[in-house]
Protein backbone atom coordinates (compact mmCIF):
# COMPACT_ATOMS: atom_id res chain seq x y z
CA UNK A 1 0.00 0.00 0.00
CA UNK A 2 1.07 3.63 0.07
CA UNK A 3 3.41 5.14 2.55
CA UNK A 4 5.45 7.56 3.35
CA UNK A 5 9.12 7.48 5.17
CA UNK A 6 10.85 10.55 6.73
CA UNK A 7 14.34 10.64 8.08
CA UNK A 8 14.47 9.90 11.79
CA UNK A 9 14.77 12.60 14.26
CA UNK A 10 15.65 14.89 16.24
CA UNK A 11 17.21 17.27 13.92
CA UNK A 12 19.04 19.96 15.95
CA UNK A 13 19.95 22.77 14.50
CA UNK A 14 21.39 26.23 15.53
CA UNK A 15 19.38 29.60 14.19
CA UNK A 16 19.97 30.73 10.98
CA UNK A 17 21.45 27.14 9.90
CA UNK A 18 20.44 25.60 6.67
CA UNK A 19 17.59 22.59 6.97
CA UNK A 20 16.53 19.74 4.74
CA UNK A 21 14.45 16.81 6.30
CA UNK A 22 14.38 14.02 3.72
CA UNK A 23 10.80 12.40 2.65
CA UNK A 24 10.65 10.05 0.03
CA UNK A 25 6.56 8.04 -0.68
CA UNK A 26 5.32 4.90 -2.45
CA UNK A 27 2.07 5.45 -4.06
CA UNK A 28 0.17 4.03 -6.97
CA UNK A 29 -1.16 6.93 -9.20
CA UNK A 30 -0.91 10.47 -9.09
CA UNK A 31 -0.81 11.05 -4.93
CA UNK A 32 -1.06 14.84 -3.45
CA UNK A 33 2.02 15.87 -1.21
CA UNK A 34 2.00 17.88 2.30
CA UNK A 35 3.73 19.00 4.96
CA UNK A 36 2.17 19.18 8.26
CA UNK A 37 3.73 20.90 11.63
CA UNK A 38 3.03 20.53 14.95
CA UNK A 39 3.87 22.64 17.40
CA UNK A 40 4.51 21.43 21.40
CA UNK A 41 0.82 21.10 22.74
CA UNK A 42 -1.13 22.10 19.36
CA UNK A 43 -2.57 20.18 16.46
CA UNK A 44 -1.72 19.80 13.34
CA UNK A 45 -1.16 22.73 10.49
CA UNK A 46 -1.09 22.46 7.18
CA UNK A 47 2.61 24.17 6.05
CA UNK A 48 2.57 23.35 2.09
CA UNK A 49 1.24 21.43 -0.31
CA UNK A 50 2.03 20.60 -4.03
CA UNK A 51 -0.81 18.61 -6.22
CA UNK A 52 1.61 17.40 -9.21
CA UNK A 53 4.93 16.25 -10.33
CA UNK A 54 7.29 19.84 -10.23
CA UNK A 55 5.09 21.57 -8.60
CA UNK A 56 6.79 23.16 -5.80
CA UNK A 57 5.40 24.41 -2.30
CA UNK A 58 5.88 27.32 -0.42
CA UNK A 59 5.08 28.86 2.89
CA UNK A 60 6.69 31.08 5.73
CA UNK A 61 10.42 30.39 4.40
CA UNK A 62 9.71 26.54 3.99
CA UNK A 63 9.94 25.20 0.15
CA UNK A 64 9.61 21.29 -1.20
CA UNK A 65 9.58 20.41 -4.93
CA UNK A 66 7.26 17.64 -5.77
CA UNK A 67 9.80 15.09 -7.26
CA UNK A 68 8.35 12.05 -9.25
CA UNK A 69 11.21 10.77 -10.69
CA UNK A 70 12.65 10.10 -7.11
CA UNK A 71 9.37 9.43 -5.28
CA UNK A 72 10.83 12.65 -3.19
CA UNK A 73 9.38 15.67 -1.23
CA UNK A 74 12.12 17.39 1.16
CA UNK A 75 11.53 20.06 3.45
CA UNK A 76 13.95 22.94 3.29
CA UNK A 77 14.66 26.08 4.40
CA UNK A 78 17.58 28.50 4.04
CA UNK A 79 17.50 29.78 7.44
CA UNK A 80 15.82 28.51 10.83
CA UNK A 81 14.59 29.97 13.68
CA UNK A 82 14.09 29.21 17.52
CA UNK A 83 10.41 29.61 16.67
CA UNK A 84 10.14 26.70 13.72
CA UNK A 85 10.85 23.94 16.72
CA UNK A 86 8.22 21.77 16.12
CA UNK A 87 7.54 17.97 14.54
CA UNK A 88 7.02 17.90 10.73
CA UNK A 89 5.25 15.26 9.21
CA UNK A 90 5.52 14.36 5.45
CA UNK A 91 1.98 13.03 4.13
CA UNK A 92 0.53 11.78 0.86
CA UNK A 93 -2.84 11.61 -0.37
CA UNK A 94 -4.32 9.57 -3.54
CA UNK A 95 -6.14 10.65 -6.35
CA UNK A 96 -9.90 11.42 -6.46
CA UNK A 97 -10.92 7.52 -6.31
CA UNK A 98 -8.38 6.54 -3.74
CA UNK A 99 -10.83 8.09 -0.50
CA UNK A 100 -8.92 10.99 0.35
CA UNK A 101 -7.24 9.92 3.56
CA UNK A 102 -3.92 11.37 4.26
CA UNK A 103 -1.30 9.10 4.78
CA UNK A 104 1.31 10.35 7.50
CA UNK A 105 5.19 9.64 7.70
CA UNK A 106 6.80 9.17 11.23
CA UNK A 107 7.52 12.58 11.86
CA UNK A 108 10.92 14.29 12.55
CA UNK A 109 11.22 16.25 15.30
CA UNK A 110 13.30 19.91 14.68
CA UNK A 111 14.83 21.59 17.85
CA UNK A 112 16.34 24.99 16.95
CA UNK A 113 18.96 26.44 19.49
CA UNK A 114 19.67 30.09 19.65
CA UNK B 1 -10.52 31.24 9.55
CA UNK B 2 -12.52 28.67 10.07
CA UNK B 3 -11.65 26.38 12.56
CA UNK B 4 -12.43 22.69 13.51
CA UNK B 5 -13.37 22.99 17.13
CA UNK B 6 -12.62 19.30 19.29
CA UNK B 7 -13.91 18.52 23.22
CA UNK B 8 -12.66 17.74 25.18
CA UNK B 9 -8.66 18.17 25.19
CA UNK B 10 -8.38 15.82 27.48
CA UNK B 11 -10.06 13.02 29.06
CA UNK B 12 -9.14 10.32 31.31
CA UNK B 13 -11.11 7.25 31.77
CA UNK B 14 -10.90 3.96 33.11
CA UNK B 15 -9.92 0.70 31.64
CA UNK B 16 -13.17 -0.89 30.10
CA UNK B 17 -15.37 2.21 30.03
CA UNK B 18 -17.06 3.85 27.14
CA UNK B 19 -15.95 7.60 26.12
CA UNK B 20 -16.97 9.83 23.64
CA UNK B 21 -14.76 12.84 21.68
CA UNK B 22 -16.77 15.43 20.10
CA UNK B 23 -15.66 17.60 16.90
CA UNK B 24 -17.69 20.35 15.25
CA UNK B 25 -16.41 20.52 11.69
CA UNK B 26 -16.14 23.59 9.51
CA UNK B 27 -19.77 24.67 8.28
CA UNK B 28 -19.92 24.03 5.09
CA UNK B 29 -17.45 20.78 4.99
CA UNK B 30 -18.89 17.38 3.75
CA UNK B 31 -15.94 15.13 4.23
CA UNK B 32 -15.04 14.50 7.69
CA UNK B 33 -12.12 11.84 9.03
CA UNK B 34 -10.82 10.83 12.42
CA UNK B 35 -6.64 10.21 13.25
CA UNK B 36 -4.82 9.25 15.87
CA UNK B 37 -1.49 9.37 17.20
CA UNK B 38 -0.03 7.46 20.06
CA UNK B 39 2.80 9.31 21.71
CA UNK B 40 5.72 9.65 19.74
CA UNK B 41 4.16 7.50 16.50
CA UNK B 42 3.09 8.22 13.43
CA UNK B 43 -0.50 10.00 12.84
CA UNK B 44 -2.56 6.99 11.93
CA UNK B 45 -5.62 7.37 9.49
CA UNK B 46 -8.96 5.61 11.22
CA UNK B 47 -11.78 6.46 9.83
CA UNK B 48 -13.51 8.76 7.11
CA UNK B 49 -17.53 9.36 7.04
CA UNK B 50 -19.23 11.17 4.21
CA UNK B 51 -22.89 11.56 3.27
CA UNK B 52 -23.47 9.96 6.25
CA UNK B 53 -21.79 7.13 6.26
CA UNK B 54 -18.51 5.75 6.41
CA UNK B 55 -16.32 5.96 2.99
CA UNK B 56 -13.46 4.06 4.56
CA UNK B 57 -11.82 2.52 7.57
CA UNK B 58 -8.26 1.65 9.14
CA UNK B 59 -7.83 -2.07 10.55
CA UNK B 60 -7.54 -0.06 13.66
CA UNK B 61 -11.29 0.97 13.33
CA UNK B 62 -12.75 -2.10 15.02
CA UNK B 63 -16.43 -2.74 16.53
CA UNK B 64 -15.02 -0.93 19.60
CA UNK B 65 -15.22 2.19 17.46
CA UNK B 66 -18.08 3.95 15.87
CA UNK B 67 -18.81 7.14 14.24
CA UNK B 68 -21.88 10.05 13.94
CA UNK B 69 -22.98 12.90 12.67
CA UNK B 70 -26.45 13.45 15.23
CA UNK B 71 -27.38 16.88 14.11
CA UNK B 72 -25.85 17.94 11.17
CA UNK B 73 -22.95 19.69 13.66
CA UNK B 74 -20.85 17.28 15.60
CA UNK B 75 -18.95 14.99 13.96
CA UNK B 76 -18.19 11.96 17.26
CA UNK B 77 -16.00 9.27 17.83
CA UNK B 78 -17.12 6.34 20.36
CA UNK B 79 -15.20 4.36 22.05
CA UNK B 80 -17.37 1.42 23.54
CA UNK B 81 -15.20 -0.33 26.22
CA UNK B 82 -11.19 1.57 26.33
CA UNK B 83 -8.42 -0.21 25.98
CA UNK B 84 -5.10 0.88 27.80
CA UNK B 85 -3.43 1.20 24.14
CA UNK B 86 -6.22 3.00 23.07
CA UNK B 87 -4.57 5.84 25.06
CA UNK B 88 -3.73 8.56 22.45
CA UNK B 89 -4.26 11.99 20.64
CA UNK B 90 -7.17 11.78 18.49
CA UNK B 91 -7.54 13.97 15.69
CA UNK B 92 -10.50 15.17 13.92
CA UNK B 93 -10.58 16.74 10.22
CA UNK B 94 -12.82 18.12 7.64
CA UNK B 95 -12.54 19.04 4.23
CA UNK B 96 -14.97 20.75 1.91
CA UNK B 97 -14.23 18.39 -1.10
CA UNK B 98 -12.28 15.36 -1.89
CA UNK B 99 -10.01 16.82 -4.64
CA UNK B 100 -6.07 17.81 -5.03
CA UNK B 101 -6.96 21.18 -4.39
CA UNK B 102 -9.23 20.78 -1.36
CA UNK B 103 -7.28 21.05 1.72
CA UNK B 104 -8.10 19.71 5.25
CA UNK B 105 -8.67 21.43 8.52
CA UNK B 106 -7.51 19.65 11.24
CA UNK B 107 -8.58 20.26 14.94
CA UNK B 108 -6.09 20.60 18.01
CA UNK B 109 -7.20 17.50 18.97
CA UNK B 110 -7.89 15.11 22.41
CA UNK B 111 -5.51 13.63 24.55
CA UNK B 112 -7.05 10.66 25.74
CA UNK B 113 -5.45 9.01 29.00
CA UNK B 114 -6.85 5.05 29.54
CA UNK B 115 -6.00 4.02 33.00
Known amino acids: GDSVTQMEGPVTLSEEAFLTINCTYT??????LFWYVQYPGEGLQLLLK?????DKGSNKGFEATYRKETTSFHLEKGSVQVSDSAVYFC?????????????FGQGTELSVKP | EPEVTQTPSHQVTQMGQEVILRCVPI?????FYWYRQILGQKVEFLVS????????KSEIFDDQFSVERPDGSNFTLKIRSTKLEDSAMYFC?????????????FGSGTRLTVV
Open chain 1, 50 to 54: ATKAD
Open chain 1, 91 to 103: ALSGGYNQGGKLI
Open chain 1, 27 to 32: ATGYPS
Open chain 2, 27 to 31: SNHLY
Open chain 2, 93 to 105: ASRLGQGANYGYT
Open chain 2, 49 to 56: FYNNEISE
